[in-house]
RNA sequence: GGCCCCGUCGUCUAGCGGUUAGGAUCCAUGGUUUUCAUCCAUGUUACAGGAGUUCAAUUCUCCUCGGGGUCACCA
């Protein structure tokens, strides 16, 4: 069975990139009819905080992307790892290494000056003397020092990289026995049963390390995938300093889940042509072999048509019940059919909705200048008045009602339906654009609509 | 700097030796619309460069250039 896993590191909230490797993982596990499991990284707890697994697992929810079994915490498996630390010190793989911190940063300082590759020079490797004083010693595991070490990656290949250029006996716990990360993600993938990882390209040079654990405790080595990183406008990897990467400011800005995974899902992946993915079709259609080799630029124009889109493709009942959220409640509006259908096409976000929906309701307060001298000329105002009669003597529910009506003026005016449909639109909403004028008529009713052209009549006279 | 990865329209991408290099987005123009938006149609724009291999290279190889990632007792 295939099992993918999501390992974030609480220190903040889920990120954009973050959430695309997420969802590719848990796209290709729920393909395989496997499991994706959630891992939180905790161990280093001056970064860490409970605000932020939670933030992680809130977004998580808003997508609809749920994670299967228990969360693994690593801050609570010490024990593990140092199970397996002592294992290997016992079979003579790690060892215990008595360099201060201090040498080894002078042991940095002098390959830097001298252009060598800064690495660790195995002076503990062999040591059978008697320890320093006062000096706890960190582990170190004994690293193939020369060979090859092969990267089988579904994304980019096989990948080789040479032992002498790459390794040396990196720390696999640091003096207060604390293990290190590639050590325990190669634990703990393992001990998950995790047998396809799916992550940032930026781990690509680690995974020879893990691969050094792997094999030092004879664990079977899972399929690797790594996926290109999501790079800002400047063309560099996408950090939080980029701004609107936090998921959940997407949901505030108006964003829909199906939206924004679509968007993400089509970012270094692709199948065909096909621009439109339900998450269903995701699920059945992803395929980590088809992901680009090639990083991508983040550029929201796409995510604002595939919102659009959604939102157009939304059903009304839904729409109202989303707008709630922004303060709109429609849901119980006998107009809510017309309005919807005549706003939602008009909205890039929800948000957008919202307002489209508030500017509508609200009787205006202000008259664009450019609106009135536009619109407010010549007649306007008596074919305005006209108008007001025919909506006083009849009782017009439909649009095609308030349309009607205009339509009579129209005719008895001899005027053109510009000369109508003009002023009144700016008597209705106190500017130019809009959705048609009786659809605005219908949803406000014929009293808002009597008292909006009275008080437009009066304030621009 | 060492090591590793990458390089098709501005952006997201299709392509897997022979194509008028396709789609989407963006932008522009036209049509529809009383307005705006939607929608429809049309259009501009790309194989980083140079050597090979081949009858034929966007596609295979090498080099150059460009971009990125990574080099901790962080994850």
Redesign the pocket.
């Known amino acids: 069975m295939v099992v993918t896993r999501f390992a974030p590191?609480p220190t903040g909230y889920l990120h954009i990139g973050g959430l695309r490797t997420a969802l590719f993982s848990y796209l290709w596990a729920k393909n395989r009819g496997g499991k994706f499991v959630l891992r939180i990284?905790d161990?280093?707890k001056a970064?860490n905080s409970e605000e932020a697994t939670q933030a992680i697992l809130k977004a998580f929810e808003w997508l609809g992307l749920e994670a299967d079994g228990e969360i693994t915490y690593?801050s609570q498996r010490d024990e593990i790892y140092a199970k397996y630390i002592k294992q290997l010190l016992d079979e003579g793989k790690a060892y215990k290494c008595y360099?201060?911190?201090e040498d080894?940063t002078e042991l940095?300082e002098t390959q830097m000056a001298n252009?060598e590759?800064?690495m660790?020079d195995g002076r503990y490797r062999d040591f059978d003397g008697t320890p320093p004083e006062g000096v706890e010693p960190?582990i170190r595991i004994k690293a193939p020092l020369t060979g090859e070490i092969l990267v089988k990656d579904g994304v980019?290949?096989t990948?080789?990289?040479?032992a002498e250029?790459?390794l040396d006996d990196?720390?696999i716990a640091?003096?207060?026995g604390?293990p290190?990360?590639?050590f325990v993600v190669a634990i703990d993938d393992y001990l998950m049963g995790i047998n396809e990882v799916i992550r940032g390209?930026?781990?690509?040079?680690?995974t020879p390390k893990q691969i050094v654990v792997y094999e030092a405790l004879g664990f079977d080595i899972p399929a690797f995938y790594h996926v290109?990183?999501i790079?800002n406008s400047?063309?560099?990897?996408l950090s939080k300093r980029d701004g609107a990467t936090d998921v959940m400011a997407y949901k505030e800005m108006g964003y829909t889940p199906q939206a924004l995974l679509n968007f993400l899902v089509?970012?270094?992946?692709?199948h065909?042509?096909q621009?439109i993915f339900s998450f269903e079709e995701m699920i059945e259609l992803f395929n980590p072999k088809?992901i680009?080799?090639?990083?991508?630029?983040y550029?929201t124009?796409?995510l604002?048509?595939l919102n659009?889109?959604y939102i157009?493709n939304t059903s009304n009942t839904e729409l109202a019940e989303l707008l709630e959220a922004y303060d709109i409640h429609l849901t119980s509006h006998d107009k809510k059919e017309i309005l919807l259908d005549a706003l939602k096409?008009?909205a890039k976000t929800l948000k957008e909705l919202a307002s489209l929906v508030t500017e509508i309701v609200t009787t205006p307060i202000e008259f664009e200048a450019k609106a009135i001298k536009k619109a407010f000329k010549d007649n306007a105002f008596e074919v305005l008045k006209a108008y007001s009669e025919k909506l006083t003597a009849n009782e017009p529910h439909l649009p095609s009602d308030y349309h009607s009506l205009m339509e009579e003026v129209v005719s008895e005016m001899e005027i053109g339906?510009?000369k109508i449909?003009?002023p009144l639109?700016v008597a209705l909403l106190g500017k130019?654009?809009?959705?048609?004028?009786?659809v605005i008529m219908a949803v406000i009713g014929k009293e808002e609509t009597l008292l909006r052209i009275t008080q437009a009549i009066e304030k621009n006279s």
């Open positions: 590191s990284e161990t280093d970064r690593q360099m201060s911190k080894l940095r252009k590759r800064t660790y960190v980019k290949g990948i080789s990289f040479q250029d790459i990196f720390v640091r003096a207060d604390a290190t990360y590639n390209d930026d781990h690509l040079s680690n290109p990183m790079h400047a063309g560099k990897k089509r970012l270094g992946w692709s065909g042509d621009e088809d680009n080799k090639s990083a991508s630029i550029n124009e796409k604002d048509w659009s889109h157009k096409e008009r339906f510009g449909g003009m639109r130019m654009g809009g959705p048609n004028i009786d």
